[in-house]
């Protein structure tokens, strides 16, 4: 597991630097469990839970939040996330398959809170301004 993640860590860095090159990209965030460190936990298959047995935390892939300010070169971004995971086999002999590195898109009017979770801006703002008038009373 812990050279899973680091393969995907190694994958997502590839994929990012091409992402970054384009010109629609603004911003690029890793998440997920390739960013944590691994921990170990008692999984919920009852022979493990009973023997309180524990393993790594399973890291199956590397996800990319990609902000962009045009949706019309989602082929680029395809071709790119390619061709860098080709880099990394041809360079470091890390096999990543494409659907791995998962890209999702987020429009400029979107944001992450601090749990993770993506909001519009304008929900954002209106959810603020509730928070301040409930706080007002």
Not at 34 to 56: D, G, M, N, T
Not at 86 to 109: C, R, W, Y
Request: net charge positive.
């Amino acid at each position: 597991m812990l050279r899973r993640q680091r393969d995907f860590r190694a994958a997502a860095e590839y994929v990012a630097e091409a992402l970054a090159r384009l010109p629609v990209v603004r911003k690029i965030v890793l998440f997920g469990s390739v960013v944590a460190p691994l921990k170990k936990e008692v999984p919920r298959f009852r022979e493990y839970r009973r023997a309180e047995i524990e393993v790594w935390h399973e890291c199956w892939d590397a996800d990319l939040a990609v902000w962009t300010s045009d949706l019309a070169s989602l082929r680029s971004l395809q071709q790119a996330r390619s061709q860098a995971l080709n880099d990394l086999l041809t360079e470091k002999s890390i096999g990543v398959a494409h659907h791995q590195v998962e890209i999702f898109l987020m429009s400029p009017a979107q944001t992450a809170t601090s749990d993770g979770c993506v909001v519009s801006v304008p929900a954002l703002k209106a959810s603020r301004n509730a928070l301040f008038r409930d706080a007002d009373r």
